[in-house]
Each structure stands twice: as structure tokens, then as C-alpha cells.
């Protein structure tokens, strides 16, 4: 009983600070989140269809969480996927298995969808099909991966940078399909204006869609 409530705690503060993170798309503005790697930078706005993802990954990446983690699992016309705080350690061994400690609810929306550079929460086989609280993947498959939709959360999306996402899935690698080389990530938010982030990077609030030809990291 004491643990429940100790989680109600935490959780109520999670909440609490993403209402002061900017992640409901309250206002003419919005918070993007920047992935630095050492093959360029992925940009992904992050969805208010589901609230708790994005304020969970909001806190983690303004607490810099995911800063010096590696993506320790790519695979070509699949996915890329990091996060693991166990990828800062030594041990290749034991990528994979790292958490926060907490579990995230599902959060399942129809029109959210495994689609190319999709930002999906990874998750263990639990009935519930509860989201690890930091590990992610972003789809690198130019035709998506449909067949995990209602079973991964998606919440968010790719609006530059899927070149970087694509050159990362073939990297040489070894065994559980980890690099070879680590391949390390640092993260920024960058607060900026829906009507600026539709004119720099095409990406359409409506449809959460993006033109084709502004995705890619370099033009």
C-alpha cells in the first residue's frame, strides 16, 4: 500500500511538471526535442494526444537522463532504439535491461501510428503492455511498422533527421543487434512557436504529418 502511494506521489509531481514544461498544446507554442549523435541531430515534436509519454520524457530530458546513453539496439528497415541507462556503463551486457524504476500506462490513439521516424516507448511483455519509463525507439523503415501499432505507444514524431536515424540502423554491429561502436546521444528542448516549427520543418499540427522533402537532416 505504501509503495502505490508513494508512486501516486511521484506521478502527481510528473504531471505537475509538465504543465510547466509547455506540453499541452494549450498556446501557440510548443517544446521540440533534439537528439544529438555524433551522425547529426534528430528533431521530434512530441504528442499532446499522450500526455503522460511526453511529460515523462520532457522531465527526463530536462534532467539531461538521457545524456551520454547510446542506442544500444539498431536494426536496418526496423528501428533504433536507446535510452538504457545501463548504456553509460562499461558492460555491453546488460544493455537493454535498464529502467527508471517505474512503468508508464499505455496511451493507445488510432490516428498515432507506427510511420517512418515514429517515437515509440519500449516496453517489456507485461499484460498491460505498460511502457518502460525511459527506454524508446524511432522507426526507421520507410513503410513503418504497422504491425505494432496498439501494442508499442507512439508519442511522437520525426520532423528532421531521418537520414541520421537511417545511417544509425546500418552500422556495423554484433551480438542483440548492439553497435559495435557505441553510438552516444545528448538531448536539448527547444521551445519555439507551432507557426515557426510549421515554416522551418513543414510539420502539419493537424495531421502530425511532415513533407517529405524537409525531413531529412541536411538539403
Not at 556503463?89 to 537493454?96: M, T, V
Not at 524508446?136 to 508499442?152: A, I, K, Q, S, W
Not at 544509425?168 to 554484433?174: H, L, R, T, Y
Request: proline share 5%; charged share 25%.
Amino acid at each position: 500500500m505504501k509503495k502505490k502511494f508513494a508512486f501516486s506521489i511521484a506521478f502527481s509531481a510528473l504531471l505537475a511538471f509538465g504543465t510547466q514544461a509547455e506540453i499541452s498544446g494549450k498556446d501557440d507554442k510548443d517544446t521540440l526535442v533534439v537528439i544529438g549523435t555524433r551522425f547529426g541531430e534528430i528533431t521530434v515534436v512530441l504528442f499532446p494526444e499522450t500526455p503522460i509519454h511526453r511529460s515523462n520524457f520532457f522531465k527526463l530530458a530536462s534532467e539531461q537522463f538521457f545524456d551520454s546513453t547510446s542506442f544500444h539496439r539498431i536494426i536496418k528497415d526496423f528501428m533504433i532504439q536507446g535510452g538504457d541507462p545501463n548504456s553509460k556503463d562499461d558492460n555491453p551486457n546488460n544493455d537493454g535491461a535498464g529502467n527508471t524504476g517505474y512503468t508508464l500506462p499505455a496511451e493507445f490513439v488510432p490516428s498515432l501510428t507506427h510511420i517512418q521516424g515514429a517515437l515509440a516507448a519500449a516496453r517489456t511483455e507485461n499484460p498491460e503492455k505498460r511502457s518502460s519509463g525511459c527506454q524508446f525507439y524511432l522507426v526507421e523503415n520507410p513503410g513503418g511498422t504497422h504491425f505494432l501499432d496498439r501494442n508499442y505507444s507512439v508519442f511522437g514524431q520525426t520532423i528532421k533527421g531521418i537520414d541520421v536515424i537511417q545511417n544509425i540502423a546500418v552500422q556495423p554491429k554484433g551480438a542483440m543487434d548492439r553497435p559495435n561502436n557505441n553510438i552516444r546521444m545528448w538531448m536539448k528542448l527547444v521551445p519555439m512557436k507551432k507557426e515557426k516549427i510549421t515554416e522551418m520543418y513543414g510539420y502539419d499540427y493537424s495531421s502530425h504529418s511532415v513533407k517529405p522533402e524537409l525531413i531529412k537532416s541536411k538539403n
